[in-house]
């Protein structure tokens, strides 16, 4: 059975950081593209980044580019997301997701999803 | 704003059948062929329904069903069920420079 589990959400003051963290079992990790996806309080689904399944690409909104990074730990199955000069506006639950398909580089689907940790940027 | 645009709300009653939309753009739904859909209920993750414009993941049930034409997506749910009733998101590969994107949602109620 596949789990996502998703650790490391909490409340932070604008400007600090955070590193999330979601482990996988129930499959090959290094065969799925990875990706985190938000969602405000009350709003809808946003994407933040992405993964390849052997590390090597990764993908960013431009919302977070530069301030975030995504990347995996494959002897560990786990994924990480190294959030840095948080803002206001990136209050959200996140969540972890496995793309759809073994292979791909970057999923546009996901067919598992993790319980979303929440991240409060506040002061 | 999002970068795909679903009506905010959409109401039906049971045995009804209701269609969600989806509009994008060139850069987006109308070139690939990867448009999914997703259900949401409150205080929960989403749930893939559609991939791929039409494809149905094995256990999802055969009321769902999706289209697209041009640059617009479609899911149909028939025999619309109580159960059927939350949030709706439709989301598109948009290429090499934005990636992912999601619409903002629709907010299904079964009168």
């Known amino acids: 059975e596949v789990q996502l589990l998703e650790s490391g959400g909490g409340l932070v003051q604008p400007g600090g950081s955070l590193r999330l963290s979601c482990g996988a079992s129930g499959f090959t990790f290094t065969n799925y593209a990875m990706s985190w996806v938000r969602q405000a309080p009350g709003k809808g689904l946003e994407w933040v980044s992405a993964i390849s399944g052997n590390g090597v690409s990764t993908y960013y909104a431009d919302s977070v580019k530069g301030r975030f990074t995504i990347s995996r730990d494959i002897s560990e199955n786990t994924l990480f997301l190294q959030m840095n000069s948080l803002r206001a506006e990136d209050t959200a639950v996140y969540y972890c997701?496995?793309?759809?398909?073994?292979?791909?580089?970057?999923?546009?689907?996901?067919?598992?999803w993790g319980q979303g940790t929440l991240v409060t940027v506040s002061s | 704003q999002s970068a795909l645009t679903q009506p905010a709300s959409v109401s039906g009653s049971p045995g009804q059948s209701i269609t969600l939309s989806c509009t994008g753009t060139s850069r987006d739904i109308g070139t690939y062929n990867y448009v999914s859909w997703y259900q949401q209920h409150p205080g929960k993750a989403p749930k893939l329904m559609i991939y791929?414009?039409?494809d149905r993941p094995s256990g999802v049930s055969n009321r769902f069903s999706g289209s697209k034409s041009g640059n617009t997506a479609s899911l149909t749910i028939s025999g619309l069920q109580a159960e059927d009733e939350a949030d709706y998101y439709c989301c598109s590969y948009a290429g090499s420079s934005t990636h992912v994107v999601f619409g903002g949602g629709t907010q299904l109620t079964v009168l």
């Open positions: 997701a496995k793309g759809d398909r073994a292979g791909q580089w970057l999923a546009s689907s996901f067919d598992y």
């Open positions: 791929d414009v039409s």
